[in-house]
Every structure is written in C-alpha cells, then in structure tokens.
C-alpha cells in the first residue's frame, strides 16, 4: 500500500451508502500535502472491485489508484504514470487495464500542451504513452474503453493535429477531435469538426455496439 497516512491538508475520503442512505464502509488516505480523488469507476475484470484514482500531493505530486472490494477492504494501490493537469481522466476496459488521459507540457512536436494517452496496469506498469498534439496546444476532453480492449478519446486543439492519417482542424479557434486507438496504442481513426469558431469536446462514451457518442 501507498504510505498515506490522513495528517493536515486535504485527504481522500472513499464510502459506500446502501439504498437507505446509511454508510456501510468509509476509507480516508492523505499526507502533509493535499491529496483528493478525481474519479471513480467499477473494475470490470474483478467484480466488486472499486478502482480510485487520485492527486497525491503527498506522494510528489503523482496520478495514484486505490484498489477497494465491496467490502471496503483494500486490495492494492500504486503510483500511475502521468503528469496530472486539474481534470485527469480514466476508463478501464474488459481487462482491467487502465486508460488515462491528460493534458501535459513538454511532450510531443509543440511547446506547449498536448493530449496524451496512456495505457497501463492498476499497479502503475506501462504499456505505451500516445501523444496527441499538434502546432499549438491540444486539451482533453473525455476517455472511453470499449469492448475489444481499445479506447476513444476526445480533444480540442487550436490548430491542425495529425495523427499519422492525415491533418487535420485549425478552421478556428479551437476545433473538436476525437480518436480511436486499438489495445496497442494504434490510431484507428481521427475524427474532426471544425468551424470559425469555437468546438469544445466535454465528454465522449461507447455504447453496447462500440459506436461513439461525443458531447462538444
């Protein structure tokens, strides 16, 4: 387990309320610094099990998951590869393995930020890191898992991003994109909806056939 112990500044609180609204279990985990979850999602490779990912200030500033049963009793956590931007986001396929995206600087062909995926375990292995940037700066906008163990994403850039299947965007200020990369971290497609103005995509889902729904 993590060395969290809940000491001063903000702390991870985790409890389940059954359908009265009465608690059944709580967890608390934090450290010196401010530490809080960002979001939480049923394990669909391990039944009952609750996925927690975090900002551990405490631990150096990281991306972290804590691992729960319906029990509440812990079942592992760990320190996951990513830098973390304010509204990092996950999806976890059939496998269990775990999809993050964020938005970082220092990656990538620009200066500025990127989009980046990244797939790995729920004890912080890696598999592969995708960058998705452009000319100027790219930020996410939502992660799905689908059925085959692949994922879509959604992202907004202000100029052209090319993905390795052409460019495409820079019509306006920002345009809407969103992508689809196989388990290996291949892009499938890259799809782009541009104006003179502003497209923002919020929020991006699969439904029980694989085909995507986009909130911009």
């Known amino acids: 387990a993590l060395p969290l112990t809940p000491a001063a500044g903000i702390d991870i609180f985790v409890a389940e309320l059954d359908t009265a609204g009465d608690p ?10 401010n530490d809080f979850p960002l979001q939480l999602a049923p394990n669909p490779a391990a039944a009952g099990q609750l996925v927690t990912l975090a900002f551990c200030q405490s631990l150096g500033n990281a991306l972290c998951v804590f691992l729960f049963d319906e029990n509440g009793v812990d079942q592992g956590s760990a320190v996951l590869q990513g830098q973390y931007d304010g509204a990092t986001r996950m999806a976890l396929d059939p496998q269990g393995n775990l999809f993050t995206i964020t938005s970082e ?4 062909n620009d200066v500025g930020y990127a989009a980046v995926v990244r797939k790995q375990s729920l004890g912080g292995v890696l598999a592969w890191r995708k960058s998705l940037d452009g000319v100027a700066d790219e930020f996410h906008g939502g992660i799905a898992a689908d059925s085959k163990g692949g994922v879509v994403v959604a992202f907004m850039g202000y100029g052209p991003v090319d993905l390795g299947l052409g460019s495409y965007g820079g ?4 345009d809407a994109h969103a992508a689809r990369l196989d388990g290996a971290g291949t892009v499938v497609w890259h799809w782009h909806r541009g104006t003179a103005g502003t ?9 029980g056939a694989d085909s995507v729904i986009l909130a911009a």
């Not at 059944?24 to 610094?33: L, M, R």
């Not at 019509?171 to 920002?174: H, I, K, L, P």
């Not at 497209?199 to 439904?207: F, G, I, L, R």
């Open 171 to 174: 019509a306006g200020n920002t």
């Open 199 to 207: 497209e923002e995509p919020y929020a991006v889902t699969v439904d």
């Open 105 to 108: 600087t220092g990656v990538g």
């Open 24 to 33: 059944v279990w709580a967890k608390s985990y934090g450290g010196t610094g």
